[in-house]
């Protein structure tokens, strides 16, 4: 076994974006692509030699020649050991996990996470560090900077090795440990949530479906699901991780996953219905013929923590990305517990977890986690929501309204448009950005700028400053509208328009949400122009 020192050129599109470098498969597979990437993360790692890493990824098409191409370079990089998952397979919540728990030193994760994928799909590579959590934003961008300079990687001449069995063996001078996918990652929620009590629920008759979407959620949920909680094998639909995902677009939203939904609508209809992303850390919450925001998820975790063992001493504080609703913002409020809002992005949490300052925190985008990994975690949300209502005992809906009804309900959307023209897509946030000075004091659809800003944000624990996270305009009475770019897409650009609009009357709380938000609809139009700069006169997608 020898160890090449390949000569290559430098790429100059390997900045990582929202979450790791995502792009076409057809870019990962030129030549060197991948390696010079792996090369630059280890490039930029001090201490990487006789280290532990962690590897694994959802399971999509081109997975396993990159694990096979990864596990070489490490080799020649003078990694220690890689753990890795059966057949490289991990969800990126159980990867956070294990690097937590087997005190590694990083870990690299195979994913374009909801993307779809397949030849023709996406494909990412994210580099997360010792604390589970990916990479802070100062670590990419000294990756990026090494990408554009790299002449040369390393990497062990051997043949391709089979990760279909548990158990160690010797690569060059490294060792891989081939561990099963599941087990820490169901050990830890056995530890955070009461597994007789949700037992006991589905004992009783309440009906549960969890949608895998053929991504890498499926063995996780079965064990969960079926073999510790006791639901019927059925409960988990979808629960092969298929290369391509079945064909189809693994984001557990209203409109990607439409079987799930229907299913929810129906006269039988379970009582609870939830599915998650390609790489399992987003999650949906349904009930019976009622979708819970994100947001609200988050709220109503927050209201209810103290009904799961893991969190029966309460909350140190809450967390949550700029655009996503403030509905936790008011249970932060009425426990008397600090609240922060920080840009999108889970790697924005991880100082704020590290430092013990919030026990939960939250994303619009389907996403929900809290301080036992660094990563949102979808099926940690699923088993939340069943420890919360098998305390409660009530519909799922029913919970939601009584929460409402507390606290205010908070309407909530987001439209996304996708595949515009970067440019078009550019002069509109830079249009914005320019008349943020004139809008505070103007009017409009009943609604008066009370402030418009350039979201900046500066880390509470190391004082890093992340600038231009998003434009947000908020109105009186209580309303807010933001608008960012998309940092995961890898076709076009995609503007993200997040609407929101709090209601106190319990009385008004029934209104569909794409009504109640109508007049702030038009108006993101008015101020944006967003039909008259993008062409498009409605979004692509609406969750
Ligand atoms: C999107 C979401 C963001 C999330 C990110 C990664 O990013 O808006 O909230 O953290 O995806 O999620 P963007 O930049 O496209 O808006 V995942 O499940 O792709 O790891
Ligand atoms: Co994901």
């Not at 079987?259 to 998650?276: C, I, K, M, Q, T």
């Not at 967390?319 to 609703?325: G, I, N």
């Not at 909530?412 to 830079?430: F, K, M, Q, S, V």
């Not at 008349?435 to 409009?444: A, E, F, H, I």
């Amino acid at each position: 076994m020898r160890i090449r020192t390949q000569a290559t050129r430098p790429y100059e599109d390997q900045r990582p974006g929202t979450s790791g470098l995502r792009k076409k498969v057809r870019v990962f597979q030129q030549p060197h692509y991948l390696e010079n990437f792996v090369q630059s993360i280890f490039d930029c790692l001090d201490g990487l030699a006789g280290a532990t890493l962690v590897l694994g990824g959802d399971g999509r098409y081109y997975n396993d020649q990159a694990l096979q191409t990864i596990l070489k370079m490490a080799a020649a990089n003078g990694v220690g050991r890689v753990l890795v998952g059966r057949n490289g397979l991990l969800s990126t919540p159980a990867a956070s996990c294990i690097i937590r728990k087997h005190g590694a030193f990083g870990g690299i994760l195979l994913t374009a996470s909801h993307n779809p994928a397949g030849p023709d799909g996406d494909f990412g590579v994210k580099y997360n560090v010792g604390n589970g959590g990916p990479a802070p934003e100062s670590l990419t961008e000294r990756i990026y900077a090494r990408s554009r300079e790299l002449r040369a990687y390393r990497i062990l001449e051997v043949e391709d090795v089979a990760l279909d069995r548990l158990g160690c063996f010797r690569l060059g001078a490294m060792t891989v440990e081939v561990i099963d996918p599941v087990a820490d990652y169901a050990e830890l929620m056995e530890s955070l949530f009461d597994f007789d009590r949700i037992h006991a629920l589905l004992a009783d008759g309440f009906r549960i479906r969890f949608d895998a979407m053929h991504a890498v959620t499926g063995p996780y949920a079965r064990e969960l699901l079926v073999h510790r909680l006791g639901a019927p094998e059925e409960s988990v639909v979808h629960a092969t991780p298929l290369p391509d995902f079945g064909g189809g677009h693994p984001d557990p939203n209203l409109t990607y996953a439409r079987p799930l939904v229907e299913s929810l609508w129906r006269e039988d209809a379970p009582d609870f219905g939830a599915a998650s992303d390609g790489d399992g850390d987003r999650n949906m919450i349904l009930g019976r013929g009622f979708f819970v925001t994100p947001s609200d998820s988050l709220a109503l975790l927050a209201a209810h923590a103290t009904c799961a063992p893991g969190y029966r001493d309460g909350l140190a504080g809450i967390a949550r990305s700029m655009p996503t609703s403030r509905a936790a913002d008011r249970v932060a409020e009425r426990l008397g517990i600090p609240c922060y809002e920080t840009p999108t992005g889970w790697k924005y949490f991880g100082n704020l977890l590290d430092a013990g300052r919030i026990t939960l925190c939250g994303e619009e985008s389907f996403g929900t986690g809290s301080n036992h990994i660094r990563e949102k975690d979808g099926l940690w949300a699923v088993l939340f929501w069943l420890n919360l209502l098998a305390v409660a005992r009530q519909p799922v809906a029913e919970v939601v309204k009584a929460h409402w009804r507390a606290y205010g309900r908070h309407y909530y959307t987001r439209h996304d448009y996708e595949g515009l023209d970067p440019e078009a897509a550019h002069r509109l946030i830079e249009t914005l950005r320019a008349q943020l000075g004139k809008l505070p004091g103007r009017s409009g659809q009943g609604l008066r700028v009370l402030q418009a800003e350039d979201f900046r944000y500066e880390d509470p624990v190391d004082h890093s400053v992340s600038e231009h996270q998003g434009i947000r305009i908020l109105f009186e009475p209580e309303a807010r509208l933001v608008f960012r770019l998309s940092g995961t897409g890898t076709a076009g650009a995609t503007l993200r328009v997040y609407v929101e609009r709090f209601e106190p009357d319990p009385a008004q709380q029934d209104q569909d949400t794409q009504q109640a938000l109508a007049p702030l609809i038009r108006l993101a139009d008015e101020i944006a122009g967003i039909q008259r700069l993008t062409g498009r006169a409605r979004p692509d997608v609406i969750t």
